[in-house]
């Protein structure tokens, strides 16, 4: 996987790699809004993970670098907008007071606003996510060869 996301960058030179596994970043990339002032760059897949380094912390505040993306709501963390993918995947698109149950954070009203703006309006973006979740979620279950019934 890595190796076919790597090979979307063209142009190694013009910004540094991500700092979770070193590689080349192709958008869309998070840049930590808080650890500065060299920026913080992580791929999609080391932020899903919730990496961390030194100062940076997985709660902090992120930008979402992208051409193609709009930068989503600063007062959601990336762990939130992990966990509401995974309460909507988990309850249900639409049993909104379940997912702010699960969320705990945030109530029914920003869940359902927030997912109708930032994912619903992109797919390709949750999508991608959710993709790289899946991955990650699939690598995790050969390691153990575990199968859950
Ligand atoms: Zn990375
Ligand atoms: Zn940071």
Redesign the pocket.
Same mark, same amino acid.
Not at 17 to 23: E, K
Not at 42 to 47: G, I, K, P, T, V
């Given at each position: 996987l890595?190796d076919h996301l790597a090979s979307f960058g063209n142009d190694p030179s013009d910004k540094p790699? %991500?700092?979770? #596994?070193?590689?080349i970043?192709v958008e869309p990339y998070i840049k930590c809004a808080e650890c500065g002032p060299s920026p913080f760059l992580? %791929?999609?897949? #080391?932020?899903t993970r919730g990496?961390e380094f030194k100062k940076h912390e997985s709660n902090h505040k992120y930008e979402i670098m992208t051409s193609d993306f709009p930068v989503l709501e600063p007062s959601w963390t990336a762990q939130e907008e992990m966990a509401l993918l995974e309460a909507v995947m988990d309850c249900g698109f639409g049993n909104w007071q379940d997912v702010a149950y699960q969320m705990r954070t945030k109530n029914k009203e920003e869940c359902e606003a927030h997912y109708m703006k930032n994912f619903i309006n992109n797919p390709l973006f949750s999508s991608t996510l959710l993709n790289l979740r899946q991955i990650e979620e699939a690598r995790t279950a050969d390691t153990f060869q575990s199968h859950e019934t």
């Open positions: 890595m790699p %991500c700092r979770g #596994c070193s590689s970043l992580l %791929c999609l897949q #080391c932020f990496f």
